[in-house]
């Protein structure tokens, strides 16, 4: 469940909006929420499932994989570069090396491959909005073939 502190949001300056007509704003968004359920627009409620969802399949495989390798173009690769940036000095103890490759340029294919110290105990993630990406599917190709997994 997403949550909204709102604590520090009134100590500023010249606050663009009051207390007041944030809370009549706040009191709006259920009948917003019911709306978008009438409509099976159920993109808010990935934040409630998908979150379980991945934390079950990271368990399941856990210890399997040395490096994970994220395939995506632009947007498809940007989250997961956010995250591995932010993330990097963590120090969780047998975590997989997180990679990205966001182009289909061959020093960066060189150098992922690399990196990549073993394909079968790497997970690659092909990350497409449209599925249909030319270099996406072209990295997804490139390395399935790699890693001999059949179609």
């Known amino acids: 469940m997403i949550t909204l502190n709102t604590e520090n949001f009134f100590k500023v300056k010249n606050p663009q909006i009051s207390r007041e007509e944030f809370l009549r704003t706040e009191e709006k968004l259920s009948g917003y929420i019911e709306n978008i359920k009438k409509r099976g627009q159920g993109f808010y409620s990935v934040v409630e499932e998908e979150p379980r969802r991945i934390l079950e399949f990271a368990k399941s495989i856990e210890g399997e994989f040395d490096d994970i390798a994220v395939l995506g173009i632009g947007g498809s690769a940007l989250g997961t570069i956010c995250l591995r940036d932010t993330l990097a000095d963590s120090n969780t103890p047998r975590?997989?090396?997180?990679?990205?490759?966001?182009?289909?340029?061959?020093?960066?294919?060189?150098?992922?491959?690399?990196?990549?110290?073993?394909?079968?105990?790497?997970?690659?993630?092909?990350?497409?909005?449209?599925?249909?990406?030319?270099?996406?599917?072209?990295?997804?190709?490139?390395?399935?073939?790699?890693?001999?997994?059949?179609?």
């Open 95 to 151: 975590a997989p090396k997180l990679h990205v490759l966001d182009n289909i340029d061959p020093y960066s294919i060189d150098k992922l491959e690399g990196d990549i110290m073993n394909y079968d105990r790497t997970l690659f993630i092909t990350v497409s909005k449209s599925g249909g990406t030319p270099e996406t599917v072209a990295q997804y190709l490139y390395f399935r073939k790699k890693t001999n997994v059949a179609g």
